[in-house]
């Protein structure tokens, strides 16, 4: 049994809140219509602490597309069609 290989393991992404090393829990999906184009997907990182301001402040720019759990940051966005 050689399986320690540094960094093969999940990924824990870190909140994105300035100075927060925290565990993020939350996935942020956001786009900026003047630089992006509008199938694409900015992600920010927030942990329950940063959640509410993180998406304030890109809600503030109409940026904001939707806030999903972190496990879930690559699912398409839900459709209730
Ligand atoms: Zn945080």
Redesign the pocket.
Known sequence: MTDSVPGSGPEEPQ?S?RG?R?AAVWALRWNNPKIHTQDRRKVWF??E??RESLSAFLGRRDFLKDVVPVADRDAPPEDAG
Request: charged content about 10%.
């Open positions: 909140c809140a927060c925290a927030a942990c602490e940063h």
